[in-house]
């Protein structure tokens, strides 16, 4: 599975941004999709997922502002991020999983990330 990010840049604070990533490769069984972010000396963290037959969910930190919605004809996976903070700073990743969650089997691919900048 191989997954292509794009939409990151530079936003002043209160501003929006909409991430896009594409899926190709084998990406039949398929099961959810998500992103997770990274900041400077931080973890990756999640930020909001949506599985298969399964409503979106969000961290509390983006409830309310991020909306993640997913195209299964177009294998896409979008991110729409509004009332941006400055603490939404950090590389965003989208993320394909593929097996059970919370499982060993799971197994999950990973996009090359996209930089996002909220300036103050």
């Known amino acids: 599975v191989q997954l292509q990010a794009s939409g990151g840049g530079l936003v002043q604070a209160g501003g929006s941004l909409r991430l896009s990533c594409a899926a190709s490769?084998?990406?039949?069984?398929?099961?959810?999709m998500a992103w997770y972010r990274q900041a400077p000396g931080k973890q990756r963290e999640l930020v909001a997922q949506i599985r298969n037959g399964e409503g979106p969910t969000y961290a509390d930190f983006v409830k309310g502002r991020f909306t993640i919605s997913r195209d299964n004809a177009k294998n896409t996976v979008s991110l729409q991020m509004n009332s941006m903070k400055p603490e939404d700073t950090a590389v965003y990743f989208c993320?394909?999983?593929?097996?059970?969650?919370?499982?060993?089997?799971?197994?999950?691919?990973w996009g090359q990330g996209t930089q996002v900048t909220v300036s103050s």
């Open positions: 993320e394909a999983h593929r097996g059970p969650y919370n499982d060993p089997r799971g197994q999950h691919f």
């Open positions: 490769g084998s990406i039949f069984m398929i099961n959810g």
